[in-house]
């Protein structure tokens, strides 16, 4: 059974740093990887889309790399600004179906 | 485009009540997804559609736990009798999904509290 573990659960940061988030799972023969991203009380933001063919995916200040034989996925936030706070989560598509298994989220708070 | 549309955003009922979740997936989309939501389990599957069609419903929780997608743009998700440890946030998510994994829109979700 796939696992998905996200390590810190929270994370607190100054403004302007770069920081990583991390997610790692057990079974490397996964499909897609998506992140996300919720505000407190909101629905989620689907972020960026990582094939199971590909290394990487860029959008704006947003990096997410995958390497399915270490089991990890981390999603890179450069120079980080207050309104990036939110719990970013990220999920595996099963080998069975479009479904998707979520990693309990890292909340991020970046102050100014 | 209104991304996915759910109803309620917010229900509050009492035990043994029934309780009945909305949603209007994406035009186009033909995947339809109910997840849950809480602070002890995160987020979990709770049942698949594509097509209209149920696809797995292994994560329903129990018998009392229903869902239903009687056309393309629109589902239901049914408690009967609702208890309190169904207290969460119900989301539903569409994607396009001919064969593979594609990205998946949430909706803002329907808090639900059952006192």
């Known amino acids: 059974k796939q696992e998905v573990t996200q390590i810190p659960a929270a994370l607190s940061v100054p403004e302007g740093e770069n920081l990583v988030l991390n997610c790692s799972f057990t079974d490397s023969a996964i499909y897609n990887l998506q992140w996300f991203r919720q505000d407190p009380g909101k629905g989620l933001t689907s972020l960026l889309l990582?094939?199971?063919?590909?290394r990487e995916q860029t959008s704006g200040r947003l990096n997410a790399s995958l390497d399915k034989s270490s089991g990890r996925s981390t999603l890179y936030i450069a120079a980080s600004q207050p309104g990036d706070s939110a719990t970013y989560l990220c999920?595996?598509?099963?080998?069975?179906?479009?479904?998707?298994?979520f990693g309990g989220g890292t909340r991020l708070m970046v102050k100014p | 485009d209104a991304g996915v549309i759910q109803s309620p955003r917010h229900e509050v009922t009492e035990m043994g009540q029934e309780v009945t979740l909305r949603c209007k997936p994406i035009s186009g989309h033909n995947s339809l997804f109910w997840y849950r939501q809480t602070m002890m389990r995160g987020l979990e599957l709770l049942i698949y559609f594509n097509n209209n069609v149920p696809i797995d419903d292994s994560g329903m929780p129990e018998d009392r736990f229903s869902a239903k997608m009687p056309n393309a743009s629109f589902s239901t998700l049914k408690i009967q009798p609702s208890e309190p440890r169904d207290s969460a946030v119900y989301f539903c998510?569409?994607?396009f999904g001919g064969g593979s994994y594609n990205e998946q829109f949430f909706g803002p979700g329907t808090r639900l509290t059952v006192l």
């Open positions: 999920a595996l598509f099963r080998n069975a179906g479009n479904m998707l298994t």
């Open positions: 990582i094939q199971s063919s590909q």
């Open positions: 998510a569409s994607s």
